[in-house]
């Protein structure tokens, strides 16, 4: 067992049990859903059906639905779309790089992290394949034997590298889930008394029995796993950003992308997180799990990586000047005082001077600020990716094409709806799945529980 | 043949182990020891040896290493080279940067789910197979040593007198054929 400062505060809370943290992690899906959670769910429904209706409208008319036009052909899809990847990177970013760095806080919130991440990503993988104006030629992206001539996918095209990333990050993220979702299930499995919740739950359990040999491999194959996901996390936002930097557009073509967008994405997600904690603590009533510490160090994630997406901002409008291409100095000067002066100025009031707000104790711990912070970041990131796509298009090379971009009613209809969409998802994740891992976080119950660590025992050796 | 299984349970990890070690010197087989988490150290006191996932891993990563690399060469410069602005694609190497993104996405998609497939079969863990724990409390706060009569020499009632130094809560027994 391993033990820690006392001055550390202790990660679980109250006198705990093992067995009381089973109890509290399964009795939400064990007793009947409180009356609120079937009213979030129906209005996310609504809204998530608005959008699956404003997507069919789009297939069956065409992508000229969307506000694009000749100059800007690239809008709020693809905003979406990566403000959705980026929000996508905290789940993962918290189960595999915190594992290998052992931050054992991780293990209170990694389950709902990395399903907000699958949710997220469901979503952000929408975006291309609607924009394709076709969704059944789909498969075309991928590398397939055809009858065009041998006619192969370019693989010198960032678009294409992101259908790699984007699919392995998916599909490394579901099973990196599931694997340990698999004891969990077996722990309700073996409590269920209905019989048709004993069969759902066996089946999703896989059959697990606990065997020592059984943990041995679980603890190699979630090791080995976040070894492979930690640099899968950073990978895919850098290919997210290689479509915008290897293009030659200015504000686009810019060498810091990678890092920047990476900052970004692991900057959105940790706020998403804190959103969805915050409610998800208070309705399950899992405070003694997911207290003010888990809060506070996912606050100071948000601190770090919203200076460095501040020091990217006034790195590229230094640059711009500096690099004496007018071109690109008009680019930003554009941004800042064009006629999207207030998606940019929105953009650094919330995700630049906002975090910073984090340095006061005070306020990285308190819930409520942190609450409204975190809505504040992803109103700020969504501008970010806005500002980025759409007032670098708007006014290029050539004056009498300059354009101005007005969202059509599908444009805002498939955007909300993929909102309402990811909360339907995560509403019924948090119903019938353990929203905590809770057979890791017993092995920390020694060590970083409260009643242990206030024990006169806990740092005697065994 | 029969055989008589026993089963003994701990309501604590660290007694379970402490046990475990006082049996293991006595010259005790353990089978099994089943636990709702991983005991960290029980491995090498009931003699399973580390497992070779981490290995397997590294096999399936390299298996996508080169099926990308053969991949893409057959597809980019064997078989339909593009002329991108000038920049053609007559040999590998002097588009490798191109290259690049994809192999490392498909040297991990392989390695991961390799990895978990090998991990799901070994642990003969797939849909709809029944849960083999001897208890269901095992996986909510329970531990529970498995040992086989018939692999060990030593006479039953010794063995209990042995088992009751070692602090369980509950002790059963069954016969198998």
């Not at chain 1, 049990?17 to 769910?41: G, S």
């Not at chain 1, 594992?99 to 806080?105: A, C, D, E, V, Y």
């Not at chain 1, 997210?240 to 810091?256: L, Y």
């Not at chain 1, 354009?403 to 995560?426: E, N, R």
């Amino acid at each position: 067992m391993q033990k820690e400062a006392v001055i550390r505060e202790p990660l679980i809370l109250g006198h705990k049990t093992y067995h009381d943290i089973t109890e509290d992690v399964c009795r939400p899906i064990e007793d009947k859903a409180p009356k609120m959670w079937y009213i979030l769910f129906g209005i996310a429904l609504i809204i998530g059906l608005y959008g699956v209706g404003c997507i069919l409208y789009l297939l069956g008319t065409g992508v000229g639905v969307w506000g694009l036009n000749k100059t800007i052909g690239w809008a709020w899809d693809i905003t979406n779309f990566v403000w959705w990847v980026g929000i996508g990177h905290a789940g993962t970013l918290i189960s595999a790089v915190l594992l290998l760095f052992r931050q054992k806080w991780r293990m209170a919130i990694n389950r709902s992290a990395e399903a907000m991440t699958i949710f997220a990503v469901f979503m952000a993988g929408l975006f291309p394949l609607i924009h394709m104006g076709r969704l059944w030629v789909g498969y075309w992206v991928l590398p397939l034997p055809n009858q065009f001539g041998s006619l192969w996918v370019n693989f010198n095209s960032p678009l294409l590298w992101d259908v790699f990333a984007i699919s392995t990050y998916l599909s490394v993220s579901v099973v990196f889930w599931y694997i340990g979702l698999i004891p969990d299930f077996a722990t309700i499995r073996d409590r269920a008394k209905k019989p048709l919740s004993k069969k759902m739950y066996s089946i999703l359990s896989f059959g697990w029995s606990g065997r020592a040999k059984n943990w041995n491999r679980f603890e190699m194959v979630s090791l080995v796993l976040a070894g492979l996901a930690t640099p899968l996390v950073f990978s895919v936002h850098s290919i997210v950003s290689f479509d915008f930097a290897t293009s030659i557009v200015p504000g686009w073509h810019t060498t810091i992308f990678p890092p920047y967008f990476v900052a970004g994405a692991v900057f959105s997600g940790f706020a998403m997180v804190q959103t969805l904690l915050l409610i998800m603590r208070k309705a399950m009533s899992l405070e003694a799990y997911i207290h003010t510490k888990h809060i506070e160090y996912m606050n100071i994630v948000i601190m770090v990586t919203g200076s460095i997406v501040g020091t990217a901002y006034i790195t590229e409008l230094f640059i711009s000047w500096y690099s004496g291409v007018e071109y690109e100095a008009y680019a930003f000067l554009n941004r800042a005082t064009g006629p999207y002066w207030w998606a940019y100025w929105s953009m650094m009031t919330c995700n630049v001077l906002s975090p910073q707000l984090m340095w006061f104790r005070k306020l990285r711990r308190s819930l409520l600020f942190t609450f409204f912070i975190s809505i504040i970041v992803n109103i700020g990131m969504w501008f970010e990716r806005y500002v980025i796509i759409v007032t670098s298009l708007h006014r290029d090379y050539l004056p009498s094409a300059w354009s101005m971009h007005y969202p059509s009613h599908i444009d805002i209809g498939v955007y909300i709806g993929t909102i309402g969409l990811f909360f339907v998802f995560f509403l019924l994740f948090a119903r019938f799945f353990p929203v905590l891992a809770l057979n890791e976080v017993k092995t920390i119950l020694k060590g970083s529980g409260q009643s242990y660590k206030e024990s006169p025992d806990y740092h005697k050796h065994h | 043949m029969t055989d008589k299984v026993i089963y003994v349970m701990y309501d604590d990890d660290q007694v379970l182990k402490d046990g475990a070690m006082k049996l293991v010197s006595k010259g005790i087989k353990i089978s099994e020891v089943f636990s709702p988490f991983a005991i960290h150290g029980i491995d090498p006191i009931i003699g399973i040896k580390n497992t070779r996932l981490g290995i397997m891993a590294f096999l399936y990563g390299l298996t996508g290493l080169t099926l990308a690399t053969v991949g893409m060469r057959f597809f980019m410069v064997t078989d339909w080279p593009i002329n991108v602005g000038g920049k053609p694609n007559f040999t590998y190497l002097q588009n490798i940067l191109a290259f690049i993104p994809v192999t490392f996405e498909f040297t991990v998609l392989c390695a991961a789910h390799g990895m978990a497939i090998t991990y799901l079969l070994r642990n003969k863990t797939l849909p709809g197979m029944p849960a083999q724990n001897p208890d269901p409390r095992t996986t909510d706060d329970k531990f529970v040593i498995e040992i086989r009569l018939s692999e060990n020499s030593m006479k039953e009632a010794d063995l209990d007198l042995l088992l009751n130094e070692t602090g369980y809560i509950e002790l059963d027994k069954k016969n198998i054929d």
